[in-house]
């Protein structure tokens, strides 16, 4: 079976840092294009960071710009989602998926087709 796995979320205070990792699960994501997505309690869906196939490329939404960092490492066949000085508003479900490209304006959420179940991040003193 075919599957990106999302782990690493937990409860931290305001400032602290986690790191996501996405991990494939059936396939190589050597050649993939990876989003991570993030959805707030009663907010929509939004992309947060995506990481090109070779990792030459990334960009980010102007909401972590600075202090989230995404990147992979292929030989674990993994990508991550290093995020630092975090914020109560960073609470969310998050979740990566396999994306066609990596555009200065993330991918709309709608593109889509199944997600997985996510890792929730808790941000709160």
């Known amino acids: 079976q075919l599957q990106l796995v999302e782990s690493g979320g937990g409860l931290v205070q305001p400032g602290g840092s986690l790191r996501l990792s996405c991990a494939a699960s059936?396939?190589?994501?050597?050649?993939?294009?990876i989003s991570w997505f993030r959805q707030a309690p009663g907010k929509e869906r939004e992309g947060v960071s995506c990481?090109?196939?070779?990792?030459?490329?990334?960009n980010y939404a102007d909401s972590v710009k600075g202090r989230f960092t995404i990147s992979r490492d292929n030989a674990k066949n993994t990508v991550y989602l290093q995020m630092n000085s975090l914020k109560p508003e960073d609470t969310a479900v998050y979740y990566c998926a396999a994306i066609l490209s990596c555009p200065t304006g993330l991918v709309a959420p709608h593109v889509i087709r199944s997600w997985g179940q996510g890792t929730q991040v808790t941000v709160s003193s």
């Open positions: 990481i090109s196939a070779s990792g030459g490329t990334a």
């Open positions: 059936g396939f190589r994501l050597d050649y993939n294009v």
